[in-house]
């Protein structure tokens, strides 16, 4: 699904990762972990085409071919990779509906939706109605309104419409930055089981962290980035092992 060869990244000249060599297979979960300014943000922004000072060969295999994330490419990549950002610029009033219509309607991120028919506004509630419940986004045993504004949700019901979004852009693949920061400890939970869920639904995913407490049981593989480097490790590492590798990361 993902390929880096002998890839190097840097950022504003100085250089971040270098002589990366992995890959993820489709239908994986998969966790990135590093310590701060080790370069996680910097490696998702590439992978999604936001960001340009890399070299090497950087690979999504697409359903029509591999795509080389730029971009030129941004629309052929919008159409295999969504991403959840740790943080979203909205407009205040914007609701749940207006928001994963945006990614319903073009697959393109913040794309403004067209007029439809009445018909065609049926079947849009109709799937905005299934991703809120595929993600649990619940209130009281009832699927919270769409008609809701943004605002108003708490950070747990947030990130979980942001993932329904990237599920709106049905996409092969979704890309998370931080999605367990400033979340309470049953956020992060749910959160995770959320993760796990659509890993069984077919989606490859990888996401950022730096909590090492909440990685969940369903990892296929850990990503860790450190002394400029990436390491591979199995998904059910210790806690221990990632500490001690964080920590000489740290030190060197």
Known sequence: MLELKDFACAHQGNLVLKEVNTSIAKGSLVALLGNNGSGKSTLLRSLIGLHQEWSGELIVQGTHGPITPSKK?????????????????????LTIQECLETAMSSRLPFFTSSKKSTEEKQRTESKIMELLDLVSLHSGGKIIEFTRKLDTLSDGELKKVLIARALAQETPMILMDEPLSHLDHLSKSEILQLLS?????????????HDL???GNDLDQILLLSKGGMKELPGRSTLLELEEMLLEGKRG
Not at 79 to 89: N, P, R, T, Y
Not at 202 to 208: E, M
Request: aromatic share 10%; hydrophobic share 45%.
């Open 73 to 93: 490419e941004a629309r052929r990549l919008s159409k295999e990779i969504s991403v959840v950002f740790s943080k979203l610029a909205f407009i205040p009033d």
């Open 197 to 209: 869920k659509l890993k069984n639904l077919g989606k490859t995913i990888l996401f950022s962290t």
């Open 213 to 215: 407490h909440y990685l």
